[in-house]
Every structure is written in C-alpha cells, then in structure tokens.
C-alpha cells in the first residue's frame, strides 16, 4: 500500500544551466555592456563635434587675424603716406617763409629818390606784409621756432653743429650758442630744421 505513494525524485542540478537569478545578473551585464557601448559611441561622437567646432574656430580665427593685420598694414601705410606728405609740404612752406626772410633781409638800406625809389619802396612794403601773412600760416600749421638752450647735451639729430667754442664752467659737447634759430611741429622731437649751433669743446 505504501509502495503506490512515493515521492518524486528531483531531478540532479546542472550547474551550468541559467537559474532565474542568474539570467537576472546575465541581462544587467548585458544593459551595462550596451550602456557602455553606447556611451562609448556618445563620446567619440562628442569628441569628433568638438575636434570640428575647434577647428572651425581656429579657421575663423586665423581669417579674422589675417583680415584684421591686413587692414592694420593698409592703414598703417596711408597714416606713413599722409605724414611724408605733410612732412613735404610743411618743408616747402617753411623754405618759402625763409627765403623771404633772406629777401626782406637783403634789401638796401637807402632807396633811392624820386618815383623809382617810391616804387621799390611799395614793393619791398608789400613783400613785408605778404611774408607777414605766410608766416601767420605758418604759425597756424603748428611750426614754431626751436632754439637749443645753452647748456643742453648736444644731439645730432636735434642740432646741426657749425663750430666749437670753450665756455668755462661747461663740459664738452654741450650747446654753447645758437648761431641760427631751427624749425619744430607742435612736438619738440618733430624737427624741421635743426638749430645751428656752437659746441664746447
């Protein structure tokens, strides 16, 4: 009676067969692989975007550096053109007022009588108020007379040096006198015509 009751007799265990919990751990390496995986694509693509976006602003960059040299030059080239210009024309300003200068400065001392003497002296009296007027202009332009002060170093490229002299009390190569007053812009260092000038010996 007992024999027809029995147990089942479980079946042996295969170790390498997938249990529930196994096939669990099994699907989250497999979600942690593909989210790796994935996160590896996301990467090489962020990585290539940015490597582009660096290389389209260096390009961008390297233009706006070049551009901006050029218009640089460029203007740095009219501002070079417009002062040599200047510096031509405040030159030939400058020799016109002191040949006048020279001019007035020659003329004779005692007219001679009669029309002709009243007719040279209207000329020189015009060509007095006309070398009045231009170097009004000249003033105007900013040019005014530039005198080296006794006492100062003497600088070749400020003055033009016509003799040497010794002045007691003053050591060599300083200004002794000026012989010939010199031209400057607005700036001192802007000069048009150096000084003439004694040295010390």
Known sequence: MNDDFKLPVSAPTDPELPTMGMS???????????????NDR??????QTQARARDALQSSFNTFAGDTQKAFQ??????????KFSLVMLN???DLGIEMNHILDSKPKHLPTGPEGEAMAGWIKG?????RKLWDDIR???????EAPVGTPYNPAMHERVGSTRVEGLPALMIAETKEL???SQQPEFILRRPKVLVTE
């Open 42 to 47: 996301q990467h090489k693509s962020f990585e």
């Open 140 to 146: 105007k332009l900013g040019i005014h007379t530039y």
């Open 74 to 83: 460029s203007l740095r080239q009219e501002i070079l053109g417009e002062k």
């Open 127 to 131: 060509l007095e108020v006309q070398n």
């Open 92 to 94: 030939l300003i400058l």
């Open 24 to 38: 669990s751990v099994y699907r989250l390496f497999e979600a942690f692989i593909a989210m790796r995986e994935k």
């Open 182 to 184: 010199g031209y400057a």
